[in-house]
């Protein structure tokens, strides 16, 4: 009676292994059939421009390729999977493989569109912090008014007077004496020039009446 319970319970579990294995081996054939070697090249839409090292993925997975200099890529795949194509600079693509394909392998050319991203505008202060922005705040020199300009335009005119009018330091007194002995030891034992005969001086000396250069000279000595 053991003995034959014990045969029954090994032929049942000999029975299941047979069925597993059977079942195994099905799906086995039936995902390598599946299986397809998935190929191709990216390029870009508007100039046909090879797409390198872009990412193509299987969605959903972590399994997938990077296309190379060229932009060829090539990987296994199943049928029915949907590939993702991913590139910085371009709009994401998706592609999906025909489950009813009977061949092992199959190859595309996938167009890449360009994506223009419209950034906000970033404003960029010379200021690192807001202590410095204050301090250059408050060093900040408004426009002057017209009275200020004017004001400054006097005291410009004032200083120019008095530059006018200012008597000849020493440094300056000591040049023109050394002029005057050269010009005396030049002239030695000849007749020193005369300029009320010439010509140029004259001409100086009425440009100077027409300006009122000697009215301003007067005015400035009272």
């Not at 807001?130 to 900040?140: G, V, W, Y």
């Not at 100086?204 to 301003?216: E, L, P």
């Amino acid at each position: 009676m053991n003995l034959l319970r014990t045969l029954s319970i090994l032929l049942f579990a000999v029975g299941i292994l047979i069925t597993d294995s059977f079942n195994n081996r099905a799906a086995a054939q039936s995902k390598n059939d599946s299986l397809i070697q998935f190929s191709g090249v990216l390029l870009t839409r508007d100039s046909l421009d090879a797409v390198p090292f872009a990412t193509v993925m299987i969605k959903g997975s972590n399994r997938g390729t990077i296309s190379d200099y060229y932009g060829y890529f090539s990987f296994v795949a199943e049928k029915g999977d949907t590939i993702e194509f991913a590139y910085v600079g371009f709009k994401e693509a998706y592609f999906v493989i025909p489950d009813s394909l009977d061949r092992k392998n199959y190859s595309l050319i996938q167009m890449m569109d360009v994506d223009t991203v419209i950034l906000q505008e970033a404003v960029i202060y010379p200021w690192p912090t807001k202590e410095q922005f204050r301090q250059a705040f408050l060093d900040l020199r408004l426009p002057e008014d017209d009275k200020q300009i004017a004001m400054r335009n006097l005291e410009r005119a004032e200083l120019k007077e008095r530059m006018e009018n200012m008597e000849a330091s020493g440094s300056e007194s000591f040049k023109i004496a050394n002029q005057m002995r050269a010009n005396q030891l030049y002239y030695a034992g000849q007749l020193p020039p005369n300029n009320l005969l010439n010509p140029i001086a004259w001409a100086k000396f009425i440009k100077a009446w027409k300006d009122g250069t000697f009215k301003k000279k007067k005015k400035g000595r009272y």
